[in-house]
């Protein structure tokens, strides 16, 4: 799976954010697993080595035939089997059966070679030892006790007398238990569990990934703090506020609550272009909204100008409650007049408080469009221009726009959870692409309001347009 630097970054900010959770989880996980390290029964290991000087099973009349390797794992059962555990059992005497010497039994082979290797296990390091060498003399007992049986049965049945017996003797005396070098298990110095140093950092480590885990799983599905989302934002929370909205739709927004907001706005901006983003982290209406009350607030002491860039329909026009300008102004051109494409709106909260309010359709995002000229000769026309887009991961009209504008605001949904994690990681990675980064972040939570929605006649190409004809603005 590929992982974005965003989504790296995210998972860093909630993990930081949860450290202290963490690092006592992982410190709580250490201790107890030594604990419960230190609570076990010492177990002791210790190995024997058998290399198998035969490769085949013993043959009384001198054949040869067979192959090697089935040779070496039919050896290996054999030593694993009944007949030859009771002959170690017995060889080990009282405290030891055949099914618990089985059971601390594991025998293996080395690839490419002849070599059968006898582990054993135990409660004391002594019984370790002697069970692997135990094992392995019962094998070679086994084995010789069969090549005889295997002889003797020969030499009754054989044609040619006496010589022919003596021949088969021989043989059986070479091969003899089909064993070149017996390697003795030594006594281990020290036992291979409880090992509580081991065992406290793997269950530590596990600890700090459930940990983690849980981080992870807090940020996706429970509701975080202002300050947390500013912080996944990588960027100043600039204020905390209420959109009203009435019947599903934005209302327009008083000025009360967005001063604060303003103020570090202006920080944010900092003598750069006064041209700044409105955009929402994912698809809710409340971007209108705020829109709208921080140009209320702003308009006070300047002149401000909103640009509904949100879509077909002219929502934050709507949403403002007065008539749509006549023109787009996507259509002004390079010069001249702005009158026929912005409206003088008055916006509830202190008498005399209004801001210009035009519509840039979505037919203006191309890098040849006219919005990149408009929208630099606005700059020096007004004091704040904001521009109300849509979702930049999602609205092509806010992500080409990006180039255009000084600033970007994210409002974030307060009470939404579910997809902003995801997002957010991509509003990040879309500024990332375009070389710009969040400047600040609003969080806004709706609010029920009784306002009525007036209806708002259609947008006009021109005043010469059929009157009702609506505009096409994809």
């Known amino acids: 799976m590929i992982t974005t630097s965003g989504e790296k970054s995210l998972v860093a900010s909630a993990l930081w954010r949860r450290r202290r959770l963490i690092a006592v989880a992982t410190v709580l996980g250490a201790v107890l697993g030594y604990l419960l390290s230190s609570l076990q029964d010492e177990t002791y290991q210790a190995e024997s080595r058998l290399v198998l000087s035969a490769t085949h099973p013993f043959d009384p009349l001198g054949g040869t035939a067979g192959n090697a390797s089935r040779y070496l794992a039919n050896q290996r059962e054999v030593i694993q089997s009944g007949e030859v555990l009771d002959l170690a059992a017995a060889e080990l ?8 010497l089985e059971e601390s039994l594991a025998v293996t082979t080395l690839a490419d070679s002849d070599i059968i290797i006898v582990t054993a296990q135990a409660p004391t390091a002594e019984l370790a030892a002697a069970r692997a060498n135990a094992v392995a003399f019962a094998y070679q007992q086994f084995i010789s006790e069969r090549v005889d049986e295997i002889a003797d049965a020969a030499a009754l049945v054989v044609a040619g007398g006496a010589a ?18 017996v390697e003795r298990a030594s006594v281990p110095v020290e036992p291979i569990a409880p090992k509580p140093v081991r065992d406290a950092l793997l269950l530590g480590i596990l600890s700090a990934i459930v940990a983690s885990g849980f981080a992870l799983w807090r940020r996706d599905h429970q509701a975080r703090t202002p300050q947390e ?6 960027a100043a929370l600039l204020g905390v506020v209420d959109v009203p909205v009435a019947r599903g739709r934005v209302t327009a927004t008083a000025p009360e609550g967005y001063d604060m907001a303003v103020v570090g706005l202006d920080y944010t901006c900092d003598g750069r272009s006064p041209i700044v983003m409105v955009s929402p982290l994912g698809r809710h209406p409340l971007a209108r909204g705020v829109a709208l009350g921080l140009a209320a607030a702003a308009a006070r002491t300047r002149r401000v100008l909103v640009v509904d860039a949100d879509g077909d329909g002219a929502p934050l026009i709507a949403a403002a409650q007065v008539d749509p300008p006549p023109q787009t102004l996507d259509e002004a051109g390079d010069a001249g007049s702005l009158d026929r494409f912005v409206v003088d709106a008055p916006l509830p909260g202190d008498d005399g408080v209004r ?12 890098p040849q469009g006219a919005a990149r000229r408009r929208l630099a000769s606005l700059a020096g026309a007004y004091d704040l221009v904001l521009v109300c887009a849509g979702p930049v991961s999602e609205d092509p009209v806010a992500f080409a726009l990006l180039r255009d504008v000084g600033e970007v605001v994210l409002v974030v949904d307060g009470q939404g959870r579910g997809a902003r994690t995801q997002d957010l990681v991509d509003v990040r990675d879309r500024l990332s692409l375009a070389g710009r980064a969040c400047s600040g972040v609003v969080v806004a939570s709706a609010r029920r309001s ?17 009157p009702d004809a609506p505009v096409h603005t994809r």
């Open 93 to 100: 005497g009282a405290g030891d059966d055949t099914e618990l």
């Open 164 to 181: 022919a017996v003596a021949g088969i003797r021989t043989e059986a005396a070479v091969y003899g238990d089909g064993v070149s070098v």
């Open 229 to 234: 989302l500013a912080a996944d934002a990588d």
């Open 355 to 366: 801001v210009d309010l035009a519509v840039l359709t979505r037919d203006a995002a191309g």
């Open 450 to 466: 009784r306002a009525r929605l007036r209806h708002q006649p259609p947008l006009r190409s021109s005043p010469d347009a059929v």
